[in-house]
């Protein structure tokens, strides 16, 4: 069984470009979720998706989207990127089974944008 | 918005010691949720209670819930070097099928 896999591990953006982050979930887990923690802080909720749908989102604007595939990986899109969206990017993934056992979060993307 | 808060934001104990961390949160929950964070990297998930439940125990950790007063405790018992890290009190609600995080507690266990 593997854990949750995130890449790149580090990419260095310039502001206005766009990117991509990439997740493949625990073997098992049909609902990944992502969330931005900046330096200092608690991660902040950014969206779920559950079946390839948008299943909940947080106070984040429209230039974050993302994607969930038929094998349940998923991907994180940022559009215009500014230089407040330098953070570590994390994916966790899930099941209804294992809600009330924690999520299972990869190691993260460090985005900086200059 | 963060949840809540964990105090204190900063701990550091000698290697042996109990370290303590308590949470508060802001909202009604299904279950509370303790992650540990190495180095700025990925979490892992530490212990879970449930709302109905007021103490839980996993190995070295010890963990309290408070529904009445929105708090929760962490309790590390005779700690280690390895136990240095950032912890985070994460509730979790249902309905928005999300976690929210707490602002976190780093400890620092020295030998």
């Known amino acids: 069984e593997t854990g949750v896999t995130q890449s790149p591990t580090h990419l260095i953006k310039t502001r206005g470009q766009q990117v991509t982050l990439r997740c493949s979930s625990q073997s098992g887990h049909n609902t990944v979720s992502w969330y931005q923690q900046a330096l200092g802080q608690g991660p902040q909720f950014i969206f779920q998706y559950y079946r390839e749908e948008e299943n909940g989102r947080g106070n984040f604007p429209p230039r974050f989207s993302g994607l969930q595939f038929p094998n349940y990986s998923s991907e994180l899109n940022v559009n215009a990127l500014e230089l407040d969206d330098s953070a570590l990017y994390l994916c966790?993934?899930?099941?209804?089974?294992?809600?009330?056992?924690?999520?299972?979060f990869g190691s993260g993307t460090r985005l900086t944008v200059v | 918005s963060q949840q809540g808060e964990e105090d204190p934001q900063a701990l550091s104990i000698q290697e042996g010691e109990n370290a303590t961390m308590n949470c508060s949160y802001k909202?009604?929950?299904?279950?509370l949720q303790w992650y540990r964070q190495n180095s700025g990297r990925g979490l892992v998930h530490l212990i879970l209670?449930?709302?109905?439940?007021r103490e839980k125990h996993s190995g070295r950790l010890r963990v309290t819930l408070d529904t009445s007063k929105k708090s929760s405790s962490l309790l590390i018992t005779a700690s280690r070097a390895a136990d240095t890290a950032s912890y985070f009190c994460?509730?979790?609600?249902?309905?928005?099928?999300?976690?929210?995080f707490g602002t976190g507690t780093q400890l620092k266990v020295e030998l």
């Open positions: 966790a993934s899930s099941s209804l089974k294992t809600t009330n056992y924690g999520y299972t």
């Open positions: 909202t009604s929950i299904n279950n």
């Open positions: 994460v509730s979790f609600t249902g309905g928005g099928n999300k976690l929210t």
């Open positions: 209670i449930r709302s109905n439940e």
